[in-house]
Nanobody
């Protein structure tokens, strides 16, 4: 059974940092891509990053990330991280990780392409 569990959210001041975790189980992580998404109040869910686990490449939504976020992986713990720096109030949202079977080098940013989702973790950036 595929499971993803996010954690690490919280409240920070503008300019602060958070590191989100996505603990995965029930599947072979190397066979999947992991997407990070977020949904702000009253807005549609949007893609933040896509991590192609097998080849280790990460693709970022530059409009959202602006060079501030980075994805990494802990092989031993089957965990994927999203390090977020220089946070802005506009980054306030529920952040999700999602999984999809990898197909070649394709790394989707559309949420409808991901069949497996975590429950989300709240990130609030406010002074």
């Amino acid at each position: 059974q595929v499971q993803l569990v996010e954690s690490g959210g919280g409240s920070v001041q503008p300019g602060g940092s958070l590191k989100l975790s996505c603990v995965t189980s029930g599947f072979t992580l190397d066979d999947y891509v992991i997407g990070w998404f977020r949904q702000a109040p009253g807005k549609q869910r949007e893609g933040v990053a896509c991590f192609s686990v097998r080849d280790g490449d990460t693709y970022y939504e530059d409009r959202v990330v602006k060079g501030r976020f980075a994805v990494s992986r802990d092989n031993a713990e089957n965990t994927v991280y999203l390090q977020m720096n220089s946070l802005e109030p506009e980054d306030t949202a529920v952040y999700y990780c999602a999984a999809d079977r990898s197909v070649g080098y394709y790394c989707p940013f559309s949420d409808f392409e991901y069949p497996f989702w975590g429950q989300g973790t709240q990130v609030t950036v406010s002074s």
